[in-house]
């Protein structure tokens, strides 16, 4: 059996199982499910209120630094190094924004995904890059922000370090995957 057709197995019961170990769990210690859901959804609402203000402003910074041309800049200056890598360019600006905004990063996945062929190489980085990597100064703005954490210095650079571990990581796995 080779590596993809065990991450399919194992990746198609993930869901089911986890769903069912805090089912059983709840039940072991005997934690009314449905009230403690409830109870979740209204501290939901609370927090969205109280985001609100740090979502607005993660938005108009990723805005600005996009219509800017920055991202664009450095990808061209930093294209010849890439290559040598073999890491598309195409690739540079999702791994610059992805940190940055879930929303602008599924706009420049989007761009790469209409200038190239769904199964190119490039898309699929693309995608795995996606999904290996978080938003890390949306969370730390919004969810630090709504809790009135103020001192985030740790958080900030344990943040960047596994967004940099993602896409190295998502390279090697679709250099594995995919080939190049």
Do not use: W
């Not at 005997?30 to 109280?50: D, H, Q, T």
């Not at 730390?140 to 740790?154: D, Q, S």
């Amino acid at each position: 059996m080779q590596i993809k057709e065990i991450i399919d197995i194992l990746s198609l019961f993930a869901l089911p199982v986890i769903i069912m170990l805090i089912l059983t769990t709840a039940l072991i210690k005997k934690i009314p499910v449905y009230e403690a859901f409830i109870e979740g959804a209204k501290n939901g609402a609370r927090v969205c209120l109280n985001i609100v203000p740090y979502l607005v402003a993660i938005i108009v910074a990723t805005s600005m630094v996009r219509a800017s041309g920055a991202i664009d800049l450095i990808a061209s200056s930093l294209g010849g190094l890439f290559e040598k890598i073999h890491f598309p360019v195409d690739i540079l600006p999702l791994a610059i924004v992805r940190s940055l905004s879930g929303s602008a990063a599924l706009g420049v996945f989007s761009d790469i995904v209409s200038n190239n062929d769904v199964n190119s190489y490039t898309s699929k980085l693309a995608a795995i890059m996606l999904g290996s990597s978080e938003t890390t100064f949306y969370v730390l703005t919004v969810y630090f922000g709504a809790v009135g954490i103020k001192k985030y210095r740790y958080a900030l650079f344990t943040g960047l370090f596994a967004d940099l571990t993602g896409i190295i990581m998502s390279v090697i796995i679709a250099k594995i995957f995919f080939g190049n």
